[in-house]
């Protein structure tokens, strides 16, 4: 069986279908490159969207966070406003403040400022 003696019919028919057969091919080359184009693009848009869904969620996670610092922030500072407020219920305190913010005495106290001695003024906190 060697392959000497067959020989390859060149007449209009096999020429047509030669033909036929290699515009098929083309056809289905395009088709596939079609279909191979379309799915790329459709898993690029996938990509796409999870990239930037991963981003969005990045972002709302850092924000929580900062919003999440500012109020453990705003909750202390709270804390103590309310303990200031406390406090000045108390008498002692109130009297001890009076004193050193606005310079206020006792009837028959007297009070003597030293050269190193530094007092809160009353425009400071």
Known sequence: MSSNKISHLNNA??????????GLMRARKKRALILISF????????IFQIVHT?????????????Q?????????????????VKQL????????LIRERYYYTK???????????VSKDVTQN
Do not use: C, W
């Open 13 to 22: 028919y096999t020429r047509n279908k030669k033909l036929h057969s290699a």
């Open 68 to 84: 999440s610092q500012l109020l453990h922030e705003q909750q202390s500072e709270k804390k103590n406003l309310r303990l200031k």
């Open 39 to 46: 799915f790329l693009l459709t898993f690029m848009m996938f």
């Open 89 to 96: 219920y108390n008498n002692d305190y109130l009297e001890q």
């Open 54 to 66: 991963r981003i969005q969620t990045r972002n709302l996670i850092n924000q929580e966070k900062r």
């Open 107 to 117: 009837k028959g106290e007297t009070v003597y400022s030293l050269p190193g001695d």
